[in-house]
Each structure stands twice: as structure tokens, then as C-alpha cells.
């Protein structure tokens, strides 16, 4: 157990014998103090860094699913992505123009193409999205909904009201689902162009930069982006899985149900 964890449990446990809060405020002063202190060390910041740096490596594509998502963007993507891709390689060779500058470029390497390959998967997500919302008449799924629940509200049989209940269920969180898939395909556009932001915004700097430890510093950020943005990137597409597949099990085209 890490020393401030084990000096809090001290603390409560004496606070609760003694019903007084002092002990406890005091070991959490204490550990605070601590975590104040440790983040300042440069071999917890290398401990961070390389934890960091692990997840980034997990998250660069091979060069497989890079060629499989490529192919799978409309021209303008493609090429939108080859621009980004572009001031990836600038940014590596103003790195090595600086005082051990090749070390710093081969670091920030991975970064750079783990940050490329959010971009790829996010803007495939974004796609299904557009799919999704595009495939969905949500106003004639808005327009049954009502329809239902103002015959439910006269239905006397038992058994049409319970089936009709049922419906209306489904009806209501189908709604909800495109809602939410409009507010998701809006965070996937503002992520994208944060990547965006985030790579000129490193290029600007590569160029007017010329000390290592500020850029290495600017390089922890933008890996602290990665991580961010591959989080956003799983959450979309768990979304999405669950999305496609409520949507396969639960809706029909009017014209094509069974009456």
C-alpha cells in the first residue's frame, strides 16, 4: 500500500476511535503534501511518461488497418488525411534539426501516428453515424409514437393496451438512441478537428521551439490527447455495435410489416 494511502487509512481509523476529525485531516494534509512532493520527482514523472507511452503503443495501427480504413473513406477523407499525414513527416524532421534532435523525433514518432490513427478510426465512426442517421426516418418513428400512445390512452381490450405498451417502449427508445447518436456524431466531429488543432498546433511549434525539454513537454500533452481521444474513439463505437444491433432487432420499414 503507497505511504499516503496507508497514512489516510491511519488517519480514519483514528478519527473513528476517537470521534474527533483532526487525525484524519491531518493525514490527508499529509498525503497530499506527498502526492505534492512525488509529482515533483523526475523518476515519477519517467514512471508516468512510460506508462503513457505503453498505452500510445498499443494504440498506432498496423499498417493492415490502416490500408483497410483508407479504403474505406471517400476521396475527400483520404485526401484530408494525407494532409494531416503530411505535417506528421514536418513535424518529425524539424524535430531532428534540433540539439539531439533525432532522439526527440523518434519518441514523438509514435505519438504522431497513434494521434493519425484516432483521426482514421474516429472518422470512420463518424461515417457510421452519418449512415445511421441518414438510414433512420425518425419522423415517421416520432409520428407512430404519437399515434400510439394517443390510442393507448382510448384502448379498452387488455391485451391490445399491453401490446400496444410494449410498442410504444420500443418506439421511445428508439427516439432516445437517435438523440443520442446526434449528440455522439457532434462529439466525434469536435474531436477530429481537436486532432487537427492539436497536430498544427505541434507543427507551429516544432518550427518556432527550439529547446528539447519544452517540446518533450508539449509531446507528454499530446500524448495525454491520444489517450483522451482513443477513449472517445472505443466509446463511439461500442455505441454504435449497440446501436446497429437494437436497431436490426426492433424495426422494420412500415411498408414491410407484417399486418
Known sequence: MPANAFALAAGGVASAATGDWIPLAAAAGGSLVYSVLLSMLPSFRRAVRANLE?????????PEEREARLSELAPSQRQHYDVLREL???ILE???RMPGGRVLAASSERRLDALLTSFLRLIGTLNSYRKFLNATDRRGIEDELRMLE???????NERLKEVKARRVEILKKRVARFVQAEESREVVSHQLASIEDVLRLTHEQSIAIRDPEVVSRQLDALTAEVTATEETVKEMEQFMQVTEEFSSTVSLPSSERVR
Not at 505503453?54 to 498496423?62: E, K, R, Y
Not at 394517443?150 to 379498452?156: H, M, P, R
Open 150 to 156: 394517443s390510442e393507448l390512452t382510448g384502448e379498452k
Open 94 to 96: 524539424s524535430y531532428t
Open 88 to 90: 506528421r513527416d514536418r
Open 54 to 62: 505503453a498505452q500510445v503503443l498499443s494504440d498506432v495501427a498496423t
